[in-house]
């Protein structure tokens, strides 16, 4: 079968760093991307990992252990926009998870 | 402004009714999509289109039809919907189909009530 699992809810305060867990037992695997969604707004995308390491943009970066069959988004210095859901996709298309709702709190 | 744009927005239809929501894509992508969201559940590929042919129907019910005039435009046609079809219904465009490393770019969706 194919699953991708994802904490359902996180609550960080302002200017801390949270990481998103994202766990994926899928039968191929051609990358794996994050995006952002804010309520009642489309998916934007966030980044894509390919090879196992980090990858870095500004205050989000995102980690894939291709063996592990898992990754993480972190945020740095978390601002109030950030609160949102964090959708973890396999193969870009398709296969999401059920997303993990990111609250930030004053 | 994501480059994909769905009308209508909002629609609430009766379980009887026939409507329709559009999706434009102005990126020059050749591949579009439609997804459904529901609350609390995995966003849910529904049908994927690649140069204007159908190439992925995830088994979708026959009261949703999928129509596409070129790469730019896509429709998806509601009949005798049910009230568990109560979604948000994404349009979304790439490059390519399916393609590794192809980023997915999302309509802002159009929020689908059934009565």
């Known amino acids: 079968g194919q699953n991708i699992d994802q904490p359902t809810e996180m609550t960080a305060t302002e200017g801390a760093i949270v990481q998103i867990n994202c766990t994926y037992q899928?039968?191929?695997?051609?990358?794996l991307f994050w995006y952002q969604q804010h309520a009642g707004e489309a998916p934007t995308f966030l980044s894509y990992?390919?090879?196992?390491g980090l990858e870095e943009k500004g205050r989000f970066s995102s980690f894939l252990s291709r063996s592990k069959g898992y990754s993480y988004l972190l945020l740095k210095e978390l601002q109030m926009k950030d609160s949102a859901s964090y959708l973890c996709?396999?193969?870009?298309?398709?296969?999401f998870g059920t997303g993990t709702r990111l609250k930030v709190l004053a | 402004e994501t480059g994909v744009t769905q009308t209508p927005r909002h629609l609430v239809m009766g379980m009887t009714n026939k409507k329709s929501l559009k999706c434009e894509q102005h990126?020059?992508?050749?591949?579009m999509y439609w997804y459904k969201q529901s609350a609390k559940k995995p966003l849910e590929l529904m049908f994927v289109?690649?140069?204007?042919?159908?190439?992925e129907n995830n088994s979708v019910p026959s009261r949703f039809s999928p129509e596409c005039h070129n790469s730019s435009h896509l429709f998806l046609h509601l009949h005798t919907l049910q009230p568990e079809d109560s979604a948000l219904y994404l349009c979304?465009?790439?490059?390519?189909?399916?393609?590794?490393?192809?980023?997915?770019?999302f309509g802002e969706g159009s929020w689908l009530t059934v009565v």
């Open positions: 979304a465009s790439s490059q390519e189909a399916l393609r590794s490393g192809n980023t997915i770019y």
């Open positions: 899928t039968s191929g695997f051609n990358g």
């Open positions: 990992n390919v090879l196992d």
């Open positions: 996709a396999v193969r870009g298309v398709g296969i």
């Open positions: 990126l020059g992508h050749n591949a």
């Open positions: 289109y690649n140069f204007k042919e159908q190439t």
